[in-house]
Every structure is written in structure tokens, then in C-alpha cells.
């Protein structure tokens, strides 16, 4: 990068029952981390274990949940996490759910944000939400750091876990409109690489030689095929414990529940018309016709 003036800077700190945002202001970084960023429920983990294949050649006994921590989830804090980030001598992969202006930029990081329609987001969200066990709840909003109201159970009924988080932006996780916002912002940057969900489902191969190339990761032709069946679906369900945080503890029925259906549209038989044209409205509104279009598609302006 030559223009470091352009560098986004970090303007404030996000505390929440999940958040500390603080860790990444002590974070030394590498010039060669790679940092994986979603608003959530959009592919982290796929991408994750993506990576993972990527830098050790189709390995199958990889822990990637271990390997590639989500650095702004304040459990464990920061004094135990970031030890363990200073010791990987691998390439450091990790992750965020951070809107850009909570986070430190490094100009020669390389950031990979992956998007998806929010309706999905949400769909996924509920699943991971609803079939969270007592120890998800105790590690949120039992443990020194706790910040804000704690996170309470989803109702019973998805239309009205999705109006919630509609109608209250994010409610009750962060909000979502300023984090898609805040990343197509910066898409420009050469140490900044878009990826879709859809695009990763449609063309899983394709998308994995791009992230790659962006990364300067050179592909072992000869571990093509297992990188390519460990980073499927099925093969990532069959072995949620090694990609899913904690190996599923938070999660009574397991890791399994976290990869949980890989397809989008499930909001289709729930929400109405109305619904599903009131949310595209208001997309468009919050983050302009182009960014609405790539985030409901991947598509970008030809
Ligand atoms: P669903 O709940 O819709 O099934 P994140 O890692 O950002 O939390 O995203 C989780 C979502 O990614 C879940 O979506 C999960 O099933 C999906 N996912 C994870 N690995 C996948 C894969 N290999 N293929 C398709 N979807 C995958």
C-alpha cells in the first residue's frame, strides 16, 4: 500500500455481551495475518476452514475453530487469547464481526469480508440461537467483561425473531447495517477482497483458487481433491468439532448443529411478500442500490 493516509482508522470501541473490541488495539500484527470478517451466520467458519486447507495442503486432522480464533469475542478475554495468537507460528488466520471503524487496520494484512442476504443471516442466526445450551448463556453474560443488558433466549417464533432484529437493527447481536456498509466502503483497498455466499455455493472451486491467488497462497495440484472435499458441506457436518468454536459446547445437540443446512431461501415459506419487499427497501436505503444488489447476490455493477 502506498497511500497510508487512505488506511481506515479506528474511531471507537464496541462492548456487548459477545464484543471487546479493545483486544485488537494490542494486537502485533503480521505482515502476512489474514483476517476473516462477516457480520455473522455468512460463511466465517466455510471460510476458515477454506484457509486452513489452503496453507496445509488438504490436511484432515486440522482444528480450525482453535487455529483461527474469532479475536473480538470477549471469552475467553484478551490476556488469555492473544498469548496464544503472539505463540501460532503458522500463518495466523483469525476472525471478526467488527464494523471497520472498531478495528485496528493494518496496511499489509490482508482482509477477506464475506456477505450474504440478511434474511439468510437471520434464518441462520435463530438456529444458532435457539439451540444454544446453558453454557453459551453463562459464558456471555456470567463472566467478568459483560458490558450492556445480557443476551436473553429467542422467542418461539422465527417471524417474530426476525421482526425483532428488523425492526431494532441487529437485535439482539450487533448491528448490520453499518457493518455491511463499513466494509463495501473500503472494498477498494488492495488489502481488501469481497467474497459472497452465493458465490462460494455456486462455484466452490473457482471461488477457492480467487481466495488463493488473493491470499498468495500457491495450490498443491496434488491436494487439490481433498481440499476440496474437506471444505464441502458434507464433510465439514461429518466433522463440525474441528471448524465449530469449542467443538460444539455451546451447543447440546454439538458442532453439528452450527453447520447446520448450507442453503439459502429458508425464509421464503415464512416471511410474506410485504415482509421480504419492506426489508429490500429499506437494504437499498441503508446501504445504496449497488452494495444492496452484491449483498442480496454477490453481483456486482458490470
Ligand atoms: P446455515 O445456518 O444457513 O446452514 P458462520 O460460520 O458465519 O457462522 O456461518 C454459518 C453458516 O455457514 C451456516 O449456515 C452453515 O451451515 C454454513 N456453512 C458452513 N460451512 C458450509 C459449507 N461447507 N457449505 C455450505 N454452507 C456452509
Known sequence: MTEKSALPKKTRELHSHHFDSTIWNDLIFRDDDIIISTYGKSGTTWVQQIIGQLLFDGRSDLEVAEMSPWLDLRVPPKEVKLPIVEEQSHRRFMKTHLPVDALRFSANAKYLYIGRDARDVVWSLYNHHSNANQTWYEALND?????????????????????????????????????????WAIRDLPNVNFIHFNHLKHDMPGEIRKIANFLEIPIQESSWEKILEHCSFDWMKKNATKSVPLGGAFWDAGAQVFINKGVNNRWKDTLSQEESAEYEKRAEAELGAECARWLATGEEAD
Open 143 to 183: 463472566t467478568p467483561g459483560l458490558v450492556g443488558p445480557p443476551i436473553e433466549p429467542p422467542p418461539d417464533d422465527i417471524r417474530q425473531y426476525w421482526r425483532d432484529w428488523f425492526e431494532r437493527d441487529g437485535y439482539p447481536f450487533w448491528p448490520f447495517w453499518e457493518n455491511v456498509r463499513s466494509w
